[in-house]
């Protein structure tokens, strides 16, 4: 499965966000879903996830309250709503594809396909 993350940019503190990964390939129904992050200079950490349906979601709780995962199935896409945003947000975005079940997953060694990857950047 290929995956296509979308919907980066400049936004001031704040300011809101929403990112988009639509696969290609086949259909990501089956697939737990998740979102990571890398900040220059750190290491990439977990964001949110997803389960098949959408009735299971976690987050860091960097991002809790603040960041919203959704999927739509139909549309073979997962979004990451993400609302007052702080310059602590700023990374490059990722999403990520497990074909194992719903495991609450929030390690990046769990998944199993990644999408390129799109740039945040929160200004002050």
């Known amino acids: 499965v290929q995956l296509q993350a979308s919907g980066g940019g400049l936004v001031q503190a704040g300011g809101s966000l929403r990112l988009s990964c639509t696969a290609s390939?086949?259909?990501?129904?089956?697939?737990?879903m998740g979102w990571f992050r890398q900040a220059p200079g750190k290491e990439r950490e977990f964001v949110a996830a997803i389960s098949w349906t959408g009735v299971s979601t976690i987050y860091a709780d960097s991002v809790k309250g603040r960041f919203t995962i959704s999927r739509d199935n139909a549309k073979n896409t997962v979004y990451l709503q993400m609302n007052s945003l702080k310059p602590a947000d700023t990374a490059v975005y990722y999403c990520?594809?497990?074909?194992?079940?719903?495991?609450?997953?929030?390690?990046?060694?769990?998944?199993?396909?990644w999408g390129q990857g799109t740039q945040v950047t929160v200004s002050s």
């Open positions: 390939g086949r259909t990501i129904s089956n697939y737990v």
């Open positions: 990520a594809a497990d074909r194992k079940t719903w495991m609450a997953q929030r390690s990046d060694y769990e998944y199993d396909y």
